[in-house]
């Protein structure tokens, strides 16, 4: 099973947390709410994001991509202020070409939200801080 090592913000303890999971994942020391930060590619991605008990937000990715470089770090901040709140999906678009092409992408970073899964917003291209947040806001009200 895809595991990721995520370290607790408030206590700095490092925790193993499961791609694929019911509820939110909590730190096993100080017991706050994680920050929820996976990969996924062409074979578990239904399961990690499209049956996400949380809304997912994915980030359509590749290496070389500049782009991609600067919007990383924002979309990891994101997912920590909305700690159990969110899932981040990160797709290598390089390793999954089947994804790459059932949800036609053409530009990266693409980004998209997903809740219950169905795509609720979709956004081409990096994008400034302030815009990514209420961009995602306004999805995660939807």
């Given amino acids: 099973m895809n595991k990721a090592i995520i370290k607790c913000p408030h206590c700095g303890k490092s925790n193993r947390v499961p791609a694929v999971a019911d509820g939110r994942p909590r730190c096993g020391s100080c017991h706050r709410e994680l920050p929820w930060v996976v990969e996924a590619g062409d074979e ?45 999906v990160k ?16 530009a990266v970073p693409t980004l998209m939200v997903i809740i219950d899964g169905k795509i609720v917003a979709r956004q081409a291209g990096a994008a400034p801080a302030p815009v990514l947040r209420s961009w995602l806001e306004e999805a995660l009200t939807k």
Wanted: some cysteine; proline content about 7%; overall charge negative.
């Fill in 44 to 88: 578990d991605f239904g399961e990690i994001a499209e049956r996400s008990g949380v809304p997912a937000l994915v980030d359509f990715w590749a290496v070389w991509c500049g782009p991609c470089r600067m919007v990383s770090p924002v979309l990891d901040q994101l997912a920590h202020e909305r700690a159990g709140r969110i899932k981040l």
């Fill in 91 to 106: 797709v290598d678009v390089d390793h999954s070409p089947q994804l790459s092409a059932r949800f036609a992408i053409q």
